[in-house]
């Protein structure tokens, strides 16, 4: 009986297609893992190490692996601590002096001793290798197209500031001040996104924070004794949803700075944004002007502003809610969950 269980102990080991090796490990004066000795090794150890077990057996890894002891990944003390202290562990390791990737187990039969299974894993790693190198080959190309996006949107946004400049049309020139501002804030989106490493989403606040310093420097003159304050929670939005958020600010921060504080000395102006754990989010900007004129309903404006308003808005599947006691205010409300 004991030498049939010894017969099917042998096959089974034998045939094992992961490697196996049976280690005693050597210690120093200090008590130290300083070396390992083959006691057994399997077939797949051989074909998985390139090693020939009947050479190996007996000796210590340091003659048959010269070097090993000084590899970063420091295989005899990995191996030492856990035949000295029965912890078993799991990894995955480069072995340099073999030029191969192994997923390997280590457990202590008895103390001092210690067995390691392990299977060869390079074609796995090097798949991911490849794979990281690609996805980081995308984000610099990713990061390339916006900052040449970004380029041309400037570009065509200081045409039109040039084209305005030398207009002598009061109105005309107006128009051309509000496109290059709407232009501009697209541009500062895949600004930021040159400048960030998730190339899928941006921080509103600090787009809408960028944003509107650029705008109250654009309208210095208007701007200068109208004061800015922002109350902005840091949230982190889909490309395709911080663009309408920005125009919509672009729009309601120009009304604001052309027309609420006509015929006043001073204004403000507060832009809040805030998040909830629901999903939903809200921004606000607040002025207190002179507010707008009861008979005014701001949905049938034929204001072009007011208008891309209810558009931007409708983009994002927000309600718009208006003020006008004391100026006024415009808070967009957005789900960025999607139904479903």
């Known amino acids: 009986m004991l030498r049939e269980s010894e017969t099917r102990y042998r096959s089974l080991f034998e045939n094992m297609i992961n490697g196996f090796a049976y280690h005693r490990v050597i210690q120093d004066e200090g008590g130290k893992p300083a070396d390992y000795v083959f006691l057994e090794v399997n077939e797949a150890f051989e074909k998985l190490t390139r090693l020939n077990g009947a050479e190996i057996i007996g000796k210590r890894v340091t003659e048959v692996l010269p070097g090993i002891e000084e590899d970063p990944a420091d295989w005899i003390g990995t191996y030492g601590r856990v035949a000295l202290t029965g912890e078993g562990i799991r990894f995955e390791q480069l072995s340099r002096l073999l030029g191969a990737w192994y997923s390997v187990s280590v457990y202590s039969p008895l103390k001092g001793y210690l067995v390691?299974?392990?299977?060869?894993?390079?074609?796995?790693?090097?798949?991911?290798?490849?794979?990281?190198?690609?996805?980081?080959?995308?984000?610099?190309?990713?990061?390339?197209?916006?900052?040449?996006?970004?380029?041309?949107?400037?570009?065509?946004?200081?045409?039109?500031?040039?084209?305005?400049?030398?207009?002598?049309d009061e109105t005309v020139r107006e128009v051309l001040k509000d496109v290059t501002s709407r232009v501009r804030s697209m541009a500062l989106v895949h600004e930021k996104l040159y400048q960030t490493a998730d190339l899928s989403s941006i921080d509103l606040a600090e787009y809408a924070k960028s944003l509107l310093n650029y705008l109250w420097r654009a309208h210095s003159s208007a701007a200068t004794s109208v004061r800015l304050t922002l109350d902005?929670?840091?949230?982190?939005?889909?490309?395709?949803?911080?663009?309408?958020?920005?125009?919509?600010?672009?729009?309601?921060?120009?009304?604001?700075?052309?027309?609420?504080?006509?015929?006043?000395?001073?204004?403000?102006?507060?832009?809040?944004?805030?998040?909830?754990?629901?999903?939903?989010?809200?921004?606000?900007?607040?002025?207190?002007?002179?507010?707008?004129?009861?008979?005014?309903?701001?949905?049938?404006?034929?204001?072009?502003?007011?208008?891309?308003?209810?558009m931007l808005a409708g983009q994002l599947n927000a309600t718009v809610e208006v003020s006008s006691h004391s100026g006024t205010e415009f808070t967009v409300s957005f789900s960025l969950k999607t139904e479903g």
């Not at 190309?141 to 400037?154: F, S, T, Y």
Request: proline share 4%.
């Open 232 to 310: 902005l929670e840091p949230l982190s939005l889909p490309v395709d949803t911080a663009v309408p958020c920005g125009l919509i600010l672009n729009e309601l921060a120009g009304n604001a700075l052309k027309h609420a504080f006509r015929g006043r000395s001073e204004g403000e102006v507060t832009v809040s944004l805030q998040g909830t754990p629901e999903g939903r989010v809200s921004l606000c900007l607040r002025d207190n002007g002179v507010g707008m004129p009861e008979e005014l309903e701001w949905r049938q404006t034929s204001s072009l502003g007011l208008r891309l308003v209810q």
């Open 116 to 168: 390691a299974v392990f299977e060869d894993i390079t074609i796995r790693k090097q798949a991911e290798e490849r794979l990281q190198t690609s996805l980081h080959e995308k984000e610099v190309l990713l990061k390339e197209i916006h900052h040449r996006v970004k380029n041309n949107i400037q570009v065509i946004s200081s045409l039109v500031g040039l084209q305005a400049d030398v207009s002598t």
